[in-house]
Structures are given as structure tokens and as C-alpha cells.
T-cell receptor, first 113, second 113 residues
Framework: GESVGLHLPTLSVQEGDNSIINCAYSNSASDYFIWYKQESGKGPQFIIDIRSNMDKRQGQRVTVLLNKTVKHLSLQIAATQPGDSAVYFCAENIGEYRNKLVFGAGTILRVKS | NAGVMQNPRHLVRRRGQEARLRCSPMKGHSHVYWYRQLPEEGLKFMVYLQKENIIDESGMPKERFSAEFPKEGPSILRIQQVVRGDSAAYFC???????????FGDGTRLSIL
């Protein structure tokens, strides 16, 4: 079936350290993936996306890596800050019209000062 | 630029009543999506609409739920004869085209008494 899952439900890191959040997906035909950040009481906020013709994409302090061989995604956050504390979701864009996001359960990132 | 606007932010209904959730997409976005989120879970796709058309409603419950996106005005998610199990956060997203990032509103938290 279609599913996107996360390995670690909670990740605690020290302020200033790098964070790595992992995600596995099951649909080998998927070609577009997005990472979202969700803070309490708010909607998911777009962080970064990657298409299957790429292995790596960088943004401001964030990097997404895609390994199609093992169907694995990761989000790396450099120099993690207290404001990065949130729930992080990876999502897989599927559907006949590429209109449907399938979300994983989420990883809670806690940043310790 | 205003983001995706949803209202109300919180809605309380008694069992058997109707709930109407509204969503105004980002300016220039003609693709609208509705998702439901239960506590400590990822978002689940419900329906995808373009102006005046329902394109994919594969995630919508077969009964009591309907959605529309009229030519003028916001998209509406309507739940008739609500039950306790409908309590959730309902998020709307919009995108400029298909297979592009979906941008989310801050959701409507629906509570059923």
C-alpha cells in the first residue's frame, strides 16, 4: 500500500548541533517529496522539497537527501536553534494528478538550550 | 502576500449539527486540498478541488462529508450530522499548479460535544 513512515518519533538535540530526521517511503514510483515543519496550533509549513531526479538539495540551514535505492529521505538541519523545535513530517506526492500528499506520523524535534 | 486563510480557527458543534469550514487559497492558486489530522498523527488527504470541480475525493468519507470550491468565494468543507469521531483538525492547502508545493493554512479545530 502507500505509506510514508518515520523511524524516530522523538529527537532531542543540543542547541548548535546538527539534526538529522529520517523517513522511509514505500511507493517506488513516487517522484516528488516535501518536508514540512509543524508548530503547535499551526498548519504545516513548507521547508524544502526534492524531485526524484536529484539526490540532494540544499536550502538555508537545511539539506534533504534522497536515496531511491532504499526509498529513504532525510532532512538535515545545521546549527539547530530553539526555534526549530516542532514536529517534522515528510510527505510523498502521489495520485493520478500528483495531487495527494501522503504524510508520515511525524518526528518531534526538541532543542535543548 | 496573504497565505492560506481558514476560518473559523475553532468550531464547537453538538452531535447531529452541521459544521462548515471555510478556506481561501493563496492569491493566484486555483488548486485546493483538504486534509484531516487526528492528535499526534500525520495529515490524511480528503479531497482535491479546482474551481467549481471536484477532481479527487478518494479520501472523503462516503456519507455526511462534502466539499465545494465555487467560482466566487472560498472553498467549503461541509460535515452534516456530526459525530464525536469527526473531532479533528481540518487543514486546507493550495498550490499554483499540480506537483508543486502545497501551502497550508493554520486549520480549523473541530470539537464535537
Amino acid at each position: 500500500g502507500e505509506s510514508v513512515g518515520l523511524h524516530l518519533p522523538t529527537l532531542s538535540v543540543q542547541e548548535g548541533d546538527n539534526s538529522i530526521i529520517n523517513c522511509a517511503y514505500s511507493n517506488s514510483a513516487s517522484d516528488y517529496f516535501i518536508w514540512y515543519k509543524q508548530e503547535s496550533g499551526k498548519g504545516p509549513q513548507f521547508i524544502i522539497d526534492i524531485r526524484s531526479n536529484m539526490d540532494k538539495r540544499q536550502g538555508q540551514r537545511v539539506t534533504v537527501l534522497l536515496n531511491k535505492t532504499v526509498k529513504h529521505l532525510s532532512l538535515q538541519i545545521a546549527a539547530t536553534q530553539p526555534g526549530d523545535s516542532a514536529v517534522y513530517f515528510c510527505a510523498e506526492n502521489i495520485g493520478e494528478y500528483r495531487n495527494k500528499l501522503v504524510f508520515g506520523a511525524g518526528t518531534i524535534l526538541r532543542v535543548k538550550s | 502576500n496573504a497565505g492560506v486563510m481558514q476560518n473559523p480557527r475553532h468550531l464547537v458543534r453538538r452531535r447531529g449539527q452541521e459544521a462548515r469550514l471555510r478556506c481561501s487559497p493563496m492569491k493566484g492558486h486555483s488548486h485546493v486540498y483538504w486534509y484531516r489530522q487526528l492528535p499526534e498523527e500525520g495529515l490524511k488527504f480528503m479531497v482535491y478541488l479546482q474551481k467549481e470541480n471536484i477532481i479527487d475525493e478518494s479520501g472523503m468519507p462516503k456519507e455526511r462529508f462534502s466539499a465545494e470550491f465555487p467560482k466566487e468565494g472560498p472553498s467549503i468543507l461541509r460535515i452534516q450530522q456530526v459525530v464525536r469521531g469527526d473531532s479533528a483538525a481540518y487543514f486546507c492547502a493550495s498550490s499554483q499548479t499540480l506537483n508543486q508545493p502545497q501551502h497550508f493554512g493554520d486549520g480549523t479545530r473541530l470539537s464535537i460535544l
